[in-house]
T-cell receptor
Framework: GNSVTQMEGPVTLSEEAFLTINCTYT??????LFWYVQYPGEGLQLLLK?????DKGSNKGFEATYRKETTSFHLEKGSVQVSDSAVYFC?????????FGTGTRLTIIP | EADIYQTPRYLVIGTGKKITLECSQT?????MYWYQQDPGMELHLIHY???????EKGDLSSESTVSRIRTEHFPLTLESARPSHTSQYLC??????????????FGPGTRLLVL
């Protein structure tokens, strides 16, 4: 079946540092891949998505590339800000539902 | 930006009470979902619906029930709340599309505390 393995946290970085959160997946077919972000006390917001191999999703300075050969969808940002502190979820589209990773808590310190 | 609403946002209630968590969306999406999120952040799908009069149980067994009488409305009910039901409940919706390619949009969540 489908599965998502996400980098465990928590991750703490200084402001303006480079961010990578690893995500690898197992899936049948060619599903879409997603990154969602959850700020404290809120629901999940779609951050970016990619629908096929080699697609790059991007939003708010974040990027992730759908890599079929390595079954990965790593999230990156060149220079993080304090406002990026949140929990990040990698997710894989399936026939009936999304399969989520366990979430990575990111804290950015000034 | 998705238009999906949940009420109440926060609820503190005593054991044994009946509660209904409301979820509404104005996007005309056919598919809707309920997730339970534990304090460790992990998300568990507890119910979903393909459309009006369709409801299915998710991966995590739940004592809650759902109904789908109108496309835009997908309420979740607990007949008798218990402390073990304390959690955050997230509602989501999506259009029907190619399998594996549907984007889910989430509401702000209801944080439930059962005393």
């Amino acid at each position: 079946g489908n599965s998502v393995t996400q980098m465990e946290g928590p991750v703490t970085l200084s402001e303006e540092a480079f961010l990578t959160i690893n995500c690898t997946y197992t899936a049948t077919g060619y599903p879409s891949l997603f990154w969602y972000v959850q700020y404290p006390g809120e629901g999940l917001q779609l951050l970016l998505k990619a629908t096929k191999a080699d697609d790059k999703g991007s939003n708010k300075g974040f990027e992730a590339t759908y890599r079929k050969e390595t079954t990965s969808f790593h999230l990156e940002k060149g220079s993080v800000q304090v406002s990026d502190s949140a929990v990040y979820f990698c997710a894989l589209g399936g026939n009936e539902k999304l399969t989520f990773g366990t979430g990575t808590r990111l804290t950015i310190i000034p | 930006e998705a238009d999906i609403y949940q009420t109440p946002r926060y609820l503190v209630i005593g054991t044994g009470k009946k509660i209904t968590l409301e979820c509404s969306q104005t996007m005309g999406h056919d598919k809707m979902y309920w997730y339970q999120q534990d304090p460790g952040m992990e998300l568990h799908l507890i119910h979903y619906s393909y459309g009006v009069n369709s409801t299915e149980k998710g991966d995590l067994s739940s004592e809650s029930t759902v109904s789908r009488i109108r496309t835009e409305h997908f309420p979740l009910t607990l007949e008798s709340a218990r402390p073990s039901h304390t959690s955050q409940y997230l509602c989501a919706s999506s259009e029907v599309g190619l399998a594996g390619r549907e984007t889910q949009y989430f509401g702000p969540g209801t944080r439930l505390l059962v005393l």
